[in-house]
T-cell receptor, first 110, second 114 residues
Framework: SQQGEEDPQALSIQEGENATMNCSYKTSINNLQWYRQNSGRGLVHLILIRSNEREKHSGRLRVTLDTSKKSSSLLITASRAADTASYFC??????????FGAGTRLTVKP | NAGVTQTPKFQVLKTGQSMTLQCAQDMNHNSMYWYRQDPGMGLRLIYYSASEGTTDKGEVPNGYNVSRLNKREFSLRLESAAPSQTSVYFCASNLYRGTGQPQHFGDGTRLSIL
């Protein structure tokens, strides 16, 4: 069963706009990771946030984590056409199995 | 720097046929994983190998077997393929399972069972 649930399922924006994706999960976690998947390719790790962290930045990416609400968000600022991909959150819990959500499909129009 | 390599990239099988999906990593990782990805379902863990010489079931192991051939290679076998096993299969690896280390993925094997 999935642990993370991404929202929205699909998002379409114009180049230069910001894109926000959300992830909710059900059980306590040790950390939460975000991955990107380009069409026809494998997942690529973007960023990890630990359960004792609230916010993390990497380039144009900003991730927040609210453990009280069991939710995380991924913000991509100043989006580019090359950001078009599916984005997945993955949670790491005490049972050591990483659980992936169903993903958000982002389309950035030039 | 190949990372995780999966073969084949595409395969079509008939119901009842068997096949082995191959995976190799060159990052000296201890842990390796097999996932399947179905539309709207995200990735589901089939089997994993926390370290060389060990394998364990994941969330959806039925109909599959695995072999950790050595530290580099982890294969997935379908003994008698069924249409429900039509999916995209991903192999992944990381340094140590359960430590929060990011997983590195291959580009997948697209498998169709007729």
């Amino acid at each position: 069963s999935q642990q993370g649930e991404e929202d929205p399922q699909a998002l379409s924006i114009q180049e230069g706009e910001n894109a926000t994706m959300n992830c909710s999960y059900k059980t306590s976690i040790n950390n939460l990771q975000w991955y990107r998947q380009n069409s026809g390719r494998g997942l690529v790790h973007l960023i990890l946030i630990r359960s004792n962290e609230r916010e993390k930045h990497s380039g144009r990416l900003r991730v927040t984590l609210d453990t009280s609400k069991k939710s995380s968000s991924l913000l991509i600022t100043a989006s580019r056409a090359a950001d078009t991909a599916s984005y997945f959150c993955a949670t790491d819990s005490n049972n050591n199995d990483m659980r992936f959500g169903a993903g958000t499909r982002l389309t950035v129009k030039p | 720097n190949a990372g995780v390599t999966q073969t084949p990239k595409f395969q079509v099988l008939k119901t009842g046929q068997s096949m082995t999906l191959q995976c190799a990593q060159d990052m000296n990782h201890n842990s390796m994983y097999w996932y399947r990805q179905d539309p709207g379902m995200g990735l589901r863990l089939i089997y994993y190998s926390a370290s060389e010489g060990t394998t364990d079931k994941g969330e959806v192991p039925n109909g599959y077997n695995v072999s950790r051939l050595n530290k580099r290679e982890f294969s997935l076998r379908l003994e008698s393929a069924a249409p429900s096993q039509t999916s995209v299969y991903f192999c992944a690896s990381n340094l140590y399972r359960g430590t929060g280390q990011p997983q590195h993925f291959g580009d997948g094997t697209r498998l169709s069972i007729l």
